[in-house]
Nanobody, 126 residues
Framework: EVQLQASGGGLVQAGGSLRLSCTASGYTFDDSAIGWFRQAPGKEREAVSSIDTGDGNIYYLDSVKGRFATSYDSAKNTVYLQMNRLKPEDTAVYYC???????????????????WGQGTQVTVSS
């Protein structure tokens, strides 16, 4: 059984940093697309970033470009989302999701992903 786990959320002041981790059991992130999504209260889930560990393609939502960075540590089978210069509008529950490379068309679409982790809350105070 594949299980993903997102962790690393918390409460931080605006301008601060957090690093989220996405780990997996029963699954290796090699040759996969791993997406980071977030959902704020009353808003739709949106793709924040994704990384394809097969071809190296990385996507960032425009509003996080230059502040967030996604990386993959194959030795730890862990994908990270480093979030810097956080803003109150970054407050949301963050999720990670995975799909095998080549089994998706658009990594920004949530329905492309086969496995999801439970979310981790990120709260940025002003």
């Amino acid at each position: 059984e594949v299980q993903l786990q997102a962790s690393g959320g918390g409460l931080v002041q605006a301008g601060g940093s957090l690093r989220l981790s996405c780990t997996a059991s029963g699954y290796t992130f090699d040759d996969s697309a791993i997406g980071w999504f977030r959902q704020a209260p009353g808003k739709e889930r949106e793709a924040v970033s994704s990384i394809d560990t097969g071809d190296g393609n990385i996507y960032y939502l425009d509003s996080v470009k230059g502040r967030f960075a996604t990386s993959y540590d194959s030795a730890k089978n862990t994908v990270y989302l480093q979030m810097n210069r956080l803003k109150p509008e970054d407050t949301a529950v963050y999720y990670c999701a995975a799909v095998v490379s080549g089994d998706y068309n658009d990594p920004r679409r949530a329905n492309e992903y086969d496995w999801w982790g439970q979310g981790t809350q990120v709260t940025v105070s002003s």
